[in-house]
Nanobody
C-alpha cells in the first residue's frame, strides 16, 4: 500500500498551490482520504478530508480557502489551496484510512489502519 504525494513548493502570500495524492494500484476501495500538515515545532493536524461518498471536513483555519476534490476512480485526492498565508507553511501529508486492497498473492484485505504518504513541503513566503 503506497500513497504518492506531489505538488509542494514555494509560493508567495496570497498565492495558490495544488497538492495531489494517488494511491497504489492494488487498492480497490478507500473510505476516507485527506491531508494533514505539520509545521516546525507543532503537532500534526488535520487540514481536510473527504469520504468516498463525498462528505468533506475542513479545519477552521482553512475553511473558505482550501478545497479537497477527490477522484474515486483514480484513487486520488487533491488539495487546492488559495489565499495562502505564511502560517500555512508546513509539511503536508496525504492520509488514507478504511482501505481494501489486494496482496501480491491476490488476497483481498480490509483494514481500518491509517496509511500515510511521504510529506511534501509547502512554504509560503515573500
Amino acid at each position: 500500500v503506497q500513497l504518492q504525494a506531489s505538488g509542494g513548493g514555494l509560493v508567495q502570500p496570497g498565492g495558490s498551490l495544488r497538492l495531489a495524492c494517488a494511491a497504489s494500484r492494488n487498492i480497490f476501495r478507500i473510505d476516507t482520504m485527506g491531508w494533514y500538515r505539520q509545521a516546525p515545532g507543532k503537532q500534526r493536524e488535520l487540514v481536510a478530508d473527504a469520504t468516498s461518498g463525498g462528505r468533506t471536513n475542513y479545519a477552521d483555519s482553512v475553511k473558505g480557502r482550501f478545497t479537497i476534490p477527490r477522484d474515486n476512480a483514480k484513487k486520488s485526492v487533491y488539495l487546492e489551496m488559495n489565499s495562502l498565508k505564511p502560517e500555512d507553511t508546513a509539511v503536508y501529508y496525504c492520509n488514507a484510512r478504511g482501505l481494501s486492497y489486494y496482496t501480491d498473492d491476490g488476497v483481498p484485505i480490509v483494514t481500518g489502519e491509517d496509511y500515510w504518504g511521504e510529506g511534501t513541503l509547502v512554504t509560503v513566503s515573500s
